[in-house]
């Protein structure tokens, strides 16, 4: 069906259907009709399908720990690194997915793909535990561990977890772009709506994980393992489903090609010209005509001042054309500005990721060390006991109430505050404030740590007994957590999928799965050096197999150190940061991606 274009102010400029100004299409590869594709209608689809496969991933992977200490007979600190090491893993598949979906499967294909692989790996895991795993039948509880496993049901089990790190990772990132694709950000009413989404989007994450952190946990804390991974299994067929049924309304970004060809060109290029003399000015650098930019459905990016060398690519010179029709002759000598700015915004989006890794090492140890913190404290009220790791519940609760409290208090307080600047803070200051927070939580997680040794040591020194101080007061290291994530996680979502050239969407939401990925690496290397050096002249370590032994306050001292070491070196990075300036409809700078610090 054909349709015309509207202007920004949502007037139509014919008398035929209004078509979405960014050049997203509809399932049959036509322009996508506003009215009948995208808006909240696919946005919520998206959202419950995030709910439901959150729900799944986090069936799994929230009693993790517990599950490799208890059936599979693994100390704390090895646990504890196989867990780090596989959320890592889950976070790295990100990229392979990202890659895939810019540059030849689209994201559409790419989640319907990647989440058939969750759905099988969850199947597979299911199976192994009810059948192989958890043996003796009703094994696993605190008081009854499971016996010995042959290498083939232990290599099942791995090829089972890493089959879900696998379809979990791969899909993630482009369902988060997949959702935002949905607005059109060219449309000033939908363009809220689209940077409203990731908010709603982390919310329904939190909100998905609830369910898992609560009564699935509760199940397998008591060793029915088998039940709660059929659960998550369920809910990530569900998922799968909801997502298809949304299919006829979907607006879709066609891929863009491979994304290494076209930086290795500009690399090429600008390394030939090294020394070849360039004057000043703009007017002899490249750019293709019209409106379009050289990169498949991708819009123009305006020329900036930084990474001199880079322009070199763009130079032109009288080897680079063939003919009086000025077509380039070789990529590989020149490039247009649009393809040199590509390279450009990922070399100055890369300091700020690399500052967000140790926040991620701080957000990982809810998964890990938090739930052991929690197992060795008193966690019964009356003949009922709270699973450990059922407090991450206290998380998703303070996500859902700051997200709130953000979007409906503090932000438009600071937009009244901040006059000149109707749009509050920006992304790059509320993922600062994000670091403040998280090392406040380190250093309330370091003194309960405090009082639970003092108490644990007072009653029994050297047995596996839990301390008589409340798991309840982990509650305000896990709320700081979550008014943390608010700040840094969405803030982050939003800068890298605004920041990120049209091209490489997914890849920009893949960049703050990967920086989740190596935080949880650096906390398996930091746990295994800590442990190395601690253990000394007998002493058992911070982090020992009975924590009553140990000092893990110190290790949550050393992480609200090194965080604030981050947050220092972050605030520099932020201040040198220049946004991308891409070239709206009318030739000119859209102003959309104004950035401040």
Not at 23 to 36: F, M, Q, S, Y
Not at 146 to 160: A, K, Q, R, T, V
Not at 443 to 469: F, M, N, P, W
Not at 559 to 569: C, E, R
């Amino acid at each position: 069906m054909a349709c015309l274009e509207v202007s920004k102010e949502g007037k139509l400029k014919g008398e035929k259907e209004a078509c979405t100004l960014d050049g997203t299409v509809d399932l049959h590869g036509r322009p996508a009709i506003r009215e009948k594709t995208g808006q909240w209608f696919a946005g919520i689809v998206i959202l419950l399908n995030q709910g439901l496969a959150t729900l799944a991933f986090f069936g799994v992977g929230v009693n993790l720990v517990l599950f490799l200490t208890r059936v599979l007979q693994q100390n704390n600190a090895d646990a504890a690194n196989n867990v780090s090491k596989w959320t890592g893993t889950v976070y790295i598949f990100s990229l392979v997915g990202a890659f895939l979906s810019d540059s030849y499967w689209g994201r559409y294909k790419t989640c319907a793909i990647f989440q058939v692989i969750f759905v099988i790996g969850l199947i597979s895991l299911s199976i192994a535990s009810n059948l192989f795993l958890l043996n003796p039948k009703g094994c696993g509880n605190e008081t009854t561990p499971c016996g010995s496993h042959s290498s083939w049901e232990i290599g099942l089990f791995y090829l089972s977890i890493y089959l879900i790190a696998l379809g979990n990772g791969g899909y993630q990132p482009n369902i988060a772009t997949f959702g935002a694709d949905q607005f059109d950000e060219e449309d000033p009413k939908e363009g809220h709506s689209k940077v409203a989404f990731f908010s709603y989007f982390y919310l329904a994450l939190n909100l998905g994980s609830l369910f898992s952190n609560t009564i699935l946990g509760y199940f397998e804390n008591e060793g029915i393992w088998a039940l709660g991974f059929w659960v998550s299994t369920a809910s990530a067929c569900a998922a799968l489903v909801l997502f298809l049924v949304g299919t006829p309304r979907y607006r879709h970004f066609k891929p863009t090609g491979n994304p290494l060809s076209r930086f290795c060109q500009v690399l090429v290029a600008a390394t030939k010209k090294c020394r070849v003399e360039m004057p000043s000015g703009e007017e002899n650098l490249y750019e293709v005509n019209g409106k379009e930019s050289s990169i498949n459905g991708g819009r123009k990016i305006l020329h900036t001042h930084g990474f001199k060398f880079l322009d070199r690519a763009a130079y032109i010179t009288s080897r680079d054309f063939k003919d009086e029709k000025q077509r380039p002759h070789n990529p590989w000598r020149l490039c247009p500005i649009s393809q040199v700015e590509e390279v450009k915004c990922i070399l100055r989006l890369l300091p700020i990721w690399l500052c967000t890794i140790i926040y991620s090492v701080v957000f990982t140890q809810m998964a890990s060390l938090f739930v052991e913190q929690g197992a060795a404290m008193k966690s019964k009220i009356s003949d009922f006991r709270i699973p450990p790791a059922s407090m991450s519940s206290f998380d998703i609760l303070s996500v859902a109430v700051f997200i709130f409290l953000y979007r409906r208090v503090l932000d438009p307080l600071m937009s009244k505050i901040k006059k000149t600047d109707p749009k509050g803070l920006t992304e790059l200051q509320r993922m600062g404030v994000g670091l403040v927070i998280a090392v406040i939580a380190m250093v309330s997680a370091g003194i309960v740590e405090c009082y639970r040794l003092k108490y644990a040591r007072k009653d029994c020194t050297h047995c596996q007994g839990s301390s008589s101080l409340s798991i309840f007061w982990q509650v305000p290291q896990y709320v700081l957590i979550g008014a943390s994530e608010v700040f840094m996680y969405v803030g982050q979502l939003e800068f890298f999928n605004a920041q990120a050239p049209d091209g490489l969407k997914s890849f920009g939401s893949a960049l703050c799965m990967t920086s989740i990925s190596l935080g949880n690496y650096v906390s398996s290397l930091l746990v295994t050096m800590v442990m190395k050096i601690s253990t000394i002249d007998n002493m058992p370590g911070w982090i020992p197999g009975n924590l009553n032994r140990g000092h893990l306050d110190r290790f949550y001292f050393l992480l609200a150190g090194l965080t604030m070491i981050d947050l220092i070196v972050y605030i520099v990075c932020a201040k040198w940061y220049k946004s991308i300036k891409r070239e709206g409809k009318n030739g000119e700078d859209d102003g959309k991606d104004e950035f401040r610090v």
